[in-house]
């Protein structure tokens, strides 16, 4: 197939510069290896809309940070994409850290950040009774918020695909050859498709993609980050997304509430051989919750329900790479996006696109683009009175199939249903939450194995967990 424009990668970033491509007259494809979107950095991080006080002025983070925020909080709106304008506190420990809470208040205000303001320990807990004492003063960023990271990628690789792209999947991308101004994309299974632009969205792969075209210009250092997320009995510990000054190796651990009322603490920052590293440790975990506690010390890690790792795209030089390649003409890097990423993601579709604009891509307006998603009717979020009146028009919302989340048979069918369809069981999960309470799909699992067999006209056997080696079960008895 020939193409205007072939995305490699369908994280948060490919996904949203899909999207974007799509109001203009162009043939987009987007590609990954994976056989679902959202499978890299993408479906593990801490989910923050991050208020942009953090990255250094004059930056591409910093631009694209505060450019971003409204920006994300809009086309989540329109994506009908859980999140929340909670608001984020910043907190020192001591007379050293307040300098610094000070120099992130300055900091933010040079990148155009809004509403922030320095306040004492005593303040903060007034608002947050659970901090810790030790508290000496915090930064408070209203503009902060959270998003579910993964829900959020759906949603843009679904209206990119309603507004006209093509999602490959289980493509990965060994070679890609120019001839005549033309690309050549091949995958690992001598798949190929032809495209005039390449965006190279590869996350923690994108220096491998762009060596396929001779660009050796950057190199993607891993960093692994673990988490620990908690039972909804401790989601309501804190309100804000509580941070401790940051340091060289991050923004520190925070403890957040999540959009689906979880607590979430993490993520430690580990240098890792491999975007492949993504097992937690003792070590990793322990220090978590040490160092969670020490904002909030009446976290109940008793409660916890599960633990994570993502990994983080770094370069040396610490800014976001969104730039025409300087060996490869026709051939964008939006590399090296590590936090904050998911804050900027609208932002950076825009700068890509304009990219193309300035490199004389002709862009006619696609007077069709829809920018909004379809409600995914969420059984959860509905009044009683709303759950009466779902039911009688859609009886199967009326059998719940996950009972920590109250996900229905319903939610689960619309959802193999809709694009991007998920391929699995952890598909599944991420478009409906069955699987993610805490019983961790004990109870769901074979009913959800049923529905997606059944939509899928397809025997038990064929369901997996995750694609590839991961089949649940082997055969009748
Ligand atoms: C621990 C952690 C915490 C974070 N917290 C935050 C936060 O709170 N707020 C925030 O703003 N940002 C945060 N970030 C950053 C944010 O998650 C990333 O910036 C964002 O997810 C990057 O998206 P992406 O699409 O570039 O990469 P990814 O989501 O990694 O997507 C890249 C895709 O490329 C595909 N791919 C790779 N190689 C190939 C190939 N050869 N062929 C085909 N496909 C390929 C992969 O399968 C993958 O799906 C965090 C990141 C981590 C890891």
């Known amino acids: 197939m020939n193409y205007d424009v072939a995305v490699i990668g369908a ?61 994300l909080y809009a086309t989540a709106k329109a994506l009908h994409v859980p999140h929340k304008n909670n608001g984020s506190f910043v907190c ?19 990148n155009g950040i809004k509403g922030m303001s320095v306040i004492s320990g005593d303040e903060a807990r007034k ?10 003063s915090v930064l408070n960023v209203p503009s902060a918020g959270i998003i579910c990271p993964y829900e959020l990628t759906i949603a843009a690789v679904g209206n990119a695909m309603k507004n006209g792209a093509e999602l490959l999947t289980d493509f990965t991308v060994t070679s ?26 590869a996350g923690c792969y994108s220096d491998k993609v762009a060596n396929m075209v001779g660009d050796t210009s950057f190199e993607i250092i891993p960093r692994a980050g673990q988490y620990i997320l908690l039972d909804k009995k401790e989601g309501a510990r804190v309100t804000h997304t509580i941070f401790q000054v940051p ?48 904002s909030v010390p009446s976290v109940q890690f008793r409660e916890v329900i599960t633990s994570f790792c993502g990994v983080r795209s770094s370069e040396k030089n610490g800014d976001f790479i969104i730039e025409e ?13 590590d936090s904050p990423g998911l804050s900027s993601c609208v932002a950076i579709a825009e700068y890509t696109v304009d990219i193309l604009r300035n490199m004389g891509v002709e862009l006619i307006e696609n007077t069709d683009f829809d920018g909004t998603r379809e409600d995914p009717h969420f059984f959860r979020h509905m009044t009683d009175d709303e759950k009466n009146e779902y039911v009688k028009a859609h009886p199967d919302y009326g059998k719940i199939i996950c009972r920590c989340e109250t996900v229905t048979e319903g939610e689960i069918r619309d959802a193999i249903r809709r694009d991007p369809k998920p391929q699995d069981i952890d598909g599944v999960k991420r478009r409906t939450r069955s699987g993610m309470g805490r019983c961790q799909g004990g109870f769901c699992k074979p009913f959800v194995m049923k529905l997606i067999a059944e939509e899928n006209k397809t025997a038990m ?17």
């Open 325 to 337: 390649s300087k060996v490869q003409k026709g051939f964008v890097n939006v590399a090296a996006i």
């Open 127 to 136: 608002m947050e009774p659970n901090l810790s004492p030790d508290i000496t």
């Open 176 to 201: 890609i050859i120019n001839t005549d101004g033309m690309f050549t994309v091949s995958s690992a299974d001598g798949r190929a498709v032809s495209a005039k632009y390449i965006i190279n969205c």
């Open 247 to 294: 340091s060289k190796e991050g923004k520190g651990i925070l403890v957040s509430p999540t959009v689906d009322g979880n607590l979430l603490t993490g993520p430690t920052a580990e240098a890792v051989d491999c975007p492949m590293c993504v097992n937690t440790t003792p070590d990793g975990l322990a220090a978590v919750q040490k160092l969670a506690a020490k």
């Open 11 to 71: 994280g948060v970033v490919g996904g949203m510069v899909a999207r974007e491509l799509t109001k203009y007259k162009l043939s987009t494809v987007l590609i990954d290896k994976e056989n679902d979107v959202a499978c890299g950095a993408s479906k593990a991080n801490s989910g923050i809309i991050h208020g942009g006080f953090d990255p250094e002025p004059d930056t591409l983070k910093a631009k694209l940070n505060a450019m971003g925020v409204q920006k």
């Open 461 to 477: 056997e064929n369901v997996t967990k995750n694609g590839k080696e991961s089949a649940m079960v082997i055969g009748k008895i």
């Open 92 to 110: 020192a420990f001591s007379e050293e850290e307040d300098k610094t809470v000070k120099e992130l208040y300055e900091r933010g205000l040079k």
